[in-house]
């Protein structure tokens, strides 16, 4: 929603022969690597009228920081024939045997600010030599291929390069901010949705927690946004996403804090299905009986059933919602898996939990994880 600009730009980069590389920078949330997925996606359509790659390589700093581990995957995946990569012993033979490779490369390497010192004189120059010397070369050299970067910080290391484009990714107008809310389900009339975005600076990650959580929690009414405290201008942007959480941390079930705070600690993706569940099971050993659950009084079962009733009077749909919630409002071992997948789903509804079904594995976006670590 209103990147129409941004991914022109890029396509404008992608089709310029003078150009090797170019950064997309932007705070965390803004939808970097979202971009470049779509950028991508789009350019690999079958009607694409762009120029078309040899092969795509991605790379996640956040997932998998070591650079030779980085190097490595990079030369299994390209086809080099003859060539030993174990004798590509110096980085500028790697990079000059990636110089010299017949055909278009498509490089993303996504979250370089892991890499990147973030304060001090040295702000924005690459921690690591051997990379900061592979993507000069990449830069000065003469060849096909192209790369995308994704960070927070400037790369200042490509900054003197003419082949360096630097794209910077901005806050959403307030009209694509409007557009964003109504995409995910909040109701209300122009002058209110324009006023959120304004309250939330059009920061896209802020504006989709803040939409998600009235659509899960109120219909999606926006009148009802006043419960999650609104930011201090003069805030910075990631202590206006840590209001949002913590908003998110009053209303998850017991199960979901639980799973976060465990999940935060994973270095590496996790992959999805049965072996993510065994870390939060019980002891299965033979002759293990589960604790009891704790029995409600009869007043407490009363109210239950008045509350379904009343549930069912208002429509299956939230009584479904409800149920699930009160199921999930007890420790996550003791779920059981249809229930563990229904709490996934919700995290996952609630972009708090990223999802990549082709690779089949969940992930925290970096800010997400920092809150609950």
Same mark, same amino acid.
């Given at each position: 929603?209103?990147?129409?600009?941004?991914?022109?730009?890029?396509? /404008?980069?992608? $089709?310029?022969?003078?150009?090797?590389?170019? %950064?997309?920078?932007? =705070?965390?949330?803004? @939808?970097?690597?979202? &971009?470049?997925?779509?950028?991508?996606?789009?350019?690999?359509?079958?009607?694409?009228?762009?120029?078309?790659?040899?092969?795509?390589?991605?790379?996640?700093?956040?997932?998998?920081?070591?650079?030779?581990?980085?190097?490595?995957?990079?030369?299994?995946?390209?086809?080099?024939?003859?060539?030993?990569?174990?004798?590509?012993?110096?980085? /500028?033979?790697? $990079?000059?045997?990636?110089?010299?490779?017949? %055909?278009?490369?498509? =490089?993303?390497?996504? @979250?370089?600010?892991? &890499?990147?010192?973030?304060?001090?004189?040295?702000?924005?120059?690459?921690?690591?030599?051997?990379?900061?010397?592979?993507?000069?070369?990449?830069?000065?050299?003469?060849?096909?291929?192209?790369?995308?970067?994704?960070?927070?910080?400037?790369?200042?290391?490509?900054?003197?390069?003419?082949?360096?484009?630097?794209?910077?990714?901005?806050?959403?107008?307030?009209?694509?901010?409007?557009?964003?809310?109504?995409?995910?389900?909040?109701?209300?009339?122009?002058?209110?949705?324009?006023?959120?975005?304004?309250?939330?600076?059009?920061?896209?990650?802020?504006?989709?927690?803040?939409?998600?959580?009235?659509?899960?929690?109120?219909?999606?009414?926006?009148?009802?946004?006043?419960?999650?405290?609104?930011?201090?201008?003069?805030?910075?942007?990631?202590?206006?996403?840590?209001?949002?959480?913590?908003?998110?941390?009053?209303?998850?079930?017991?199960?979901?804090?639980?799973?976060?705070?465990?999940?935060?600690?994973?270095?590496?993706?996790?992959?999805?299905?049965?072996?993510?569940?065994?870390?939060?099971?019980?002891?299965?050993?033979?002759?293990?009986?589960?604790?009891?659950?704790?029995?409600?009084?009869?007043?407490?079962?009363?109210?239950?059933?008045?509350?379904?009733?009343?549930?069912?009077?208002?429509?299956?749909?939230?009584?479904?919602?409800?149920?699930?919630?009160?199921?999930?409002?007890?420790?996550?071992?003791?779920?059981?898996?249809?229930?563990?997948?229904?709490?996934?789903?919700?995290?996952?509804?609630?972009?708090?939990?990223?999802?990549?079904?082709?690779?089949?594995?969940?992930?925290?976006?970096?800010?997400?994880?920092?809150?609950?670590?």
């Amino acid at each position: 929603v209103g990147r129409a600009d941004f991914l022109a730009a890029l396509y /404008e980069d992608w $089709a310029n022969p003078q150009c090797h590389l170019t %950064g997309v920078i932007g =705070f965390g949330g803004e @939808g970097k690597s979202s &971009l470049a997925r779509q950028w991508i996606e789009t350019l690999l359509k079958p009607d694409a009228t762009q120029p078309q790659p040899n092969g795509v390589f991605w790379w996640g700093f956040y997932e998998q920081p070591n650079v030779e581990e980085f190097f490595n995957a990079i030369f299994k995946y390209l086809d080099l024939k003859d060539i030993n990569p174990a004798q590509l012993i110096s980085v /500028e033979a790697k $990079a000059e045997t990636i110089q010299a490779m017949r %055909g278009r490369y498509l =490089f993303v390497l996504d @979250g370089l600010e892991v &890499l990147q010192e973030q304060a001090g004189d040295d702000y924005g120059l690459l921690k690591d030599r051997n990379l900061c010397t592979f993507l000069r070369i990449f830069a000065d050299g003469d060849h096909e291929s192209f790369c995308l970067l994704t960070s927070r910080f400037p790369v200042l290391d490509l900054i003197d390069f003419t082949t360096y484009h630097q794209r910077e990714i901005g806050a959403l107008d307030e009209s694509a901010g409007v557009t964003l809310l109504k995409k995910i389900g909040v109701k209300g009339s122009e002058k209110q949705l324009t006023q959120v975005v304004k309250d939330w600076g059009g920061y896209a990650l802020s504006l989709r927690w803040v939409g998600t959580y009235l659509v899960d929690t109120h219909r999606g009414n926006v009148k009802r946004v006043r419960e999650i405290p609104p930011p201090n201008q003069n805030e910075p942007v990631y202590e206006r996403l840590q209001k949002v959480l913590q908003s998110y941390d009053s209303y998850i079930t017991q199960a979901e804090r639980e799973f976060l705070k465990v999940f935060s600690l994973f270095r590496l993706p996790a992959v999805a299905g049965q072996a993510l569940k065994e870390v939060f099971a019980e002891d299965k050993k033979p002759g293990y009986i589960p604790p009891p659950l704790p029995q409600p009084d009869p007043i407490t079962k009363l109210l239950r059933r008045l509350k379904r009733l009343w549930e069912r009077l208002l429509g299956r749909r939230q009584s479904a919602l409800v149920r699930l919630r009160e199921q999930l409002n007890v420790p996550i071992a003791q779920l059981h898996s249809r229930q563990f997948d229904a709490m996934i789903r919700r995290l996952v509804t609630y972009r708090i939990v990223e999802e990549y079904p082709d690779s089949q594995y969940y992930s925290l976006h970096p800010l997400i994880r920092a809150h609950y670590a």
